[in-house]
């Protein structure tokens, strides 16, 4: 009896203690500082997302909740965002290593809402490359997480949103009725940023988390403690920008 017990206690304390949120943005080295409830629309809690159907699933749960400043960047500009556990000043405080995912970035229109609706795009996006997860590849790298603006993207004010998608408890359907609370864990977080330069595309994919991530998505619902060949992560291709 000693065994499982140690192995389900270990289990559960790496599920309840593993968590992420973000905690401030770069654009091309410059630091903004310290972006939670600035310009980062900061959730009460680190806890993930696990409801596809409710608002949380897009900005977390203060996502109706407006930040009074923004990130000022233009198009094709490098942008950093950096993540944490509890404590953002521990370089290694940042998630579990079993939570192995995918990570993703959206863009939408600037809305003092909570962001639903089929108005995002995704303007970046990592999975399992080079026979890393990306979310490894994040801890590895302090918490950093790159990406680049596109090159023709219209100024305007935005939010770009990016995910944690964390995979351990995927190997079980999100509505599972013999399994509750498997499923993946979604981390969101929304940034708000002013975007200037002379870019003309529109980002017009026209997503929505709540319709486009499901249950049967295999983005959503995959087993990464077998073998495997390739990942594809949930929601569309990459924009391109043009």
Known sequence: MLLPTAFALATLASTVTAHATMFSASVNGK??????NNYIRSPATNDPVRD???PNLICNTNGGKVAPNFVSANPGDRITFRWFHFNPNDPNDIIDP?????????IAPFTSGTGTGPVWTKIAQQGFEGGEWAT???????????FTLPKNLAPGQYLIRQELLALHMADFKCNDPANPGRGAESYPSCVQFEIGGN????PDQDF?????YTCEN???FFNIHIP???????????WDGN
């Open 52 to 54: 596809l159907s409710s």
């Open 98 to 106: 079993s939570h192995k995912g995918a990570i993703l970035t959206y």
């Open 31 to 36: 630091d903004f500082g310290d972006g939670r």
């Open 228 to 238: 495997f060949e390739s990942y594809t992560p949930p929601g569309p291709p990459v």
């Open 136 to 146: 490894i590849k994040m801890r590895n790298n302090g918490g950093n997480v790159d």
């Open 208 to 212: 929505d988390f709540n319709r486009g």
């Open 218 to 220: 295999k983005g959503l």
């Open 199 to 202: 870019g003309e595309a529109i």
